[in-house]
């Protein structure tokens, strides 16, 4: 039986931010960098799945105030160590109704989350939800350059998918954003830094 996505976060929790250091994962750099000319101090930013912080952390450097919202309660307690974030709420991202009114946020963000699900129609439409009107949709995907469609990790037992740039356009033309850059990165599957993957960060708008 294939473990869940939260217990493999659960049992990362511990290691996540050294192994973004040692895969060189920069993701949310990547996010961070699309996003800066768009963001004002003193304004707010939702990280969809915040784990450790890791992804949002130079939002609040820059002056934003992070909410955050994750599966997985251990990531989150890590998170909260560090002191930075508003708030931080634990959920089911695609179960549950994220917990925020309408139109709370000029930002949202999710970095390193997409790719661990097939079907993204939930997140985005939440995003267009608590994005307000103009505010920001940045995140990241795994991209096939074989056009692959998934394969299962080796490691963690979990599926995990790829999204090709006509599905997120589609997706976010169908919920409200306008995509106003994006850019590829790569990032090593292992430690051992032999194997990359291709990664794709966006930059939407919501309207």
């Known amino acids: 039986m294939k473990p869940s996505i939260i217990e493999v976060h659960d049992k990362s929790a511990d290691v996540y931010d050294n192994m973004s250091v040692l895969t060189e994962y920069h993701g949310h750099e990547v996010l961070f960098g699309l996003a800066y000319e768009y963001l004002s101090q003193g304004s707010s930013v939702l990280d969809v799945g915040i784990g450790t912080g890791l992804s949002s952390y130079l939002f609040y450097k820059a002056g934003l105030k992070v909410y955050g919202i994750d599966g997985s309660k251990k990531m ?15 959920c089911d991202l695609v179960v549950d109704r994220w917990p925020y009114e309408d139109a709370k946020f000029e930002n949202t963000v999710a970095c390193g989350v997409f790719h661990f699900f097939e079907k993204l129609d939930r997140f985005f439409e939440e995003a267009n939800r608590v994005t307000k009107i103009g505010g920001t949709f940045s995140f990241t995907v795994m991209v096939s350059e074989e056009g692959l469609l998934s394969y299962t990790d080796a490691g963690s037992g979990l599926s995990i998918y790829y999204h ?25 599957k292992a430690p051992d830094k032999i194997e990359k993957s291709m990664f794709r960060g966006y930059l939407a708008k919501r309207v």
């Open 76 to 90: 989150l307690d890590i998170c909260n160590k560090k002191e930075f974030a508003t708030e931080l709420k634990l």
């Open 164 to 188: 090709n740039d006509f599905q997120i356009i589609e997706l976010l033309n169908k919920c409200g954003f306008e995509i106003l850059k994006y850019v590829t990165f790569f990032v090593y």
